[in-house]
């Protein structure tokens, strides 16, 4: 008894020290209504174990090891201080204080901590843990009961009246467990009944919790036999709907069987949630920062050579340059940053040779920080099921383009879609949410519900234009300068923004390039086949682009002048002559393009180079769709050369400062108003 009265002292002790019998007194403000008269009163307390520990040791190790015994303690103190202190007059008894302990963290050591992975998870205290994992599915919020009263069906009896008999849900216990119509007397044994009319309801929401190393398996880049499993978390009152589908959390929370019979599931009653992220590495090579040194003297050559050497174990070098460019931009402009404004750069690739670029998009699927390739068989935005821990109600699971939130979502050949999942992806692409029908008479509500969640990744695409060339007789229009997409409607092409063709520009060859590429690769694997070349692991590509994608870029007045100009002349001209209307989304990508070049180049600025880069690649992405304009550029704008040597790259050089010189005169000549910032020197 002196030790149970002990740590009442300290508990008290702690609060006072903490603030927490001030906040008391404030939460008991919202319950002096008159006309709101409960069983139990609802009271979340912060508890810094460190801090309790301080004060007395024998408590903090209560609060780590026996949550449950901890809560009581503080739930007598609570209730001592309201009595003491008049705070609240409905309150009579002890067991109508609930008391929900809530942890500002957990101590750093694996006892502490949950590894999502591990198994098996048997029978263990009960006890807060610290678990990190991805949101796969979660359910609507419904109601669960927090308490209820019972008085004694013997009116003889003191327990008739009174709240003697208050039932309180306490974490792994189901409804039943709160209501039931077999509850005896502890005075006379009779039977109880519920006092309907003081039933406390609160919310409840289910979330599935599972590894991120889940999302391995879903890259198709790492093949591995390992199964995961997800945890069910259950999040009652205020922590409803702080988690979102697709995103990765940090959660403390409590064990617990639940009992349904016949069968026991294991789950976690949430404690405390928080954002999480992986730490990624942020340095940079000595490779890369020696080529950098090598490069400074041009703002060009840096990305160009590191776009050139990419991806050698699917292309040989000097291929598909563009489309290598453009996935790097997309990977290191793929994020969300410190206002939680999400950034992503969408890309359609027009082919004839789907095989080595799906190879190459899914070589650089693996570098992004998070990669999800859609199959086929999977769903690719959201799915139903009913939930199977007694609510009932729908549970919405993750497709694959909510399960790269924050990374990439590579679609593949769009040419195995069907019309109708083709217009879903134009609807998502310019919409940027999923939305989800619930009928309400599947899943015990009165009315349908339509919910939309946001979709925060970038889309890679293919479309195989082989088909429809041999339909149309031409592989392109020169004169126009579209390009056939195959399956891809105009409309869905606007939606991606960025369109990139790749064509065979040295005919047979590329071919044989590509051939004997492969068979060395596959008949010496790991051996360095271009010794001339610039050499760079995966790895270092990993490196330079994890770094590259937390930089924090801003515009140069130069580049913001090119960007908007350019907008403004090609809006004016193509509105004009073709009936194209240039969209707000045009200079986002534009803008997209240029920081992303930037970032890739390892710059805290954009510079006019960047914006030039930008609108090389923007305005080759509308031709395809729409036609030439009156800013004619080759269609290999951006690797106009052969990059083998030092000659090549400065060949390049003096490429782009005359196409840099073309957008100015093309600015100077059709946007409004452009003669007030660019001179026509």
Known sequence: MADILSLKESVLV????????????????????????????????????????????????????????????????CFLAIKTLSLVEKIHTESQVNVILKLTHLPPFPEYTLDLCSFPRGYGPVRPVSMEGLVIAMTRVTKYTQGARFLCINDDCSCSTGFHHIRVHAPGATESATLRNNFTCMICSSPLKEDVKFRVLGDKQLVELIHVKALGVLSAHQQSSLRYQSVTLFLRDELCNSMRI??????????????????????????????WEPEYPHKISASFQELLKATAGSPWRFSAIVAHCFGLDVAPPGTYNTLKL??????????????????????????????????????????????VRHQASGEMFASLSRDEHGAGTANIHAGSTLLATGGICMLGDLGCYKKDRLDAIQSVLESCTVS?????????????????????????????????SRRSGRADCTLLGTAEMGPVPVQLADAFGLVIQC?????????????????????????????????????????????ARTLQVELSPGAEKIIHGYYMASRRVRTQSQGVKMSVASIKLLISLAEAHCKLCLRAQVQEEDAVIAVLLCENSVTLKHGTSALTIPPDAVFPCDLGDVDGLHKRDKTLDELHQNILRFIYAYAPGAETYITEE
């Not at 810094?48 to 739930?75: C, K, M, W, Y």
């Open 14 to 77: 702690y609060l006072d020290r903490s603030g927490g019998l001030q906040k008391l007194a404030e939460d008991c403000k919202t319950f002096n209504d008159p006309q709101q008269i409960e069983a139990v009163y609802r009271f979340c307390i912060s508890v810094n174990p460190s801090d309790v520990i301080e004060v007395d040791p024998v408590l903090g190790d209560r609060v780590l090891h026996d949550p449950i015994g901890a809560t009581a303690l503080f739930q007598s103190v």
């Open 246 to 275: 697709g995103q990765l959390y940090r959660v403390l929370g409590i064990p617990a069987h639940v009992h349904q019979w016949p069968s026991i599931t294991w789950s976690v009653e949430a404690n405390s949630v928080q954002p």
């Open 326 to 371: 453009s996935l790097l931009l997309s990977l290191v402009q793929t994020r969300a940053d410190a206002k939680d404004t999400y950034h992503n750069l969408d890309l359609l690739v027009v082919t004839t040779d789907t095989l080595i670029l799906d190879r190459l998009m899914t070589y650089s699927l693996s570098l992004a920080c998070r990669g």
């Open 436 to 468: 989800v029908f619930i009928p309400g008479k599947k899943y015990g509500e009165d009315a349908d519900q339509q919910l939309s969640f946001p979709v925060h990744c970038s889309f890679w695409a293919l479309a195989d234009a082989t088909d429809a």
């Open 503 to 547: 064509r065979d520009t040295v005919g047979e060859q590329a071919l044989l390039a590509q051939t004997i590429h492969t068979l060395q690769q596959a008949v010496q694997p790991g051996k360095p086949l271009y010794p001339s070349c610039w050499e760079f692991s995966t790895q270092d590509y990993h490196e330079l682009v994890a770094h």
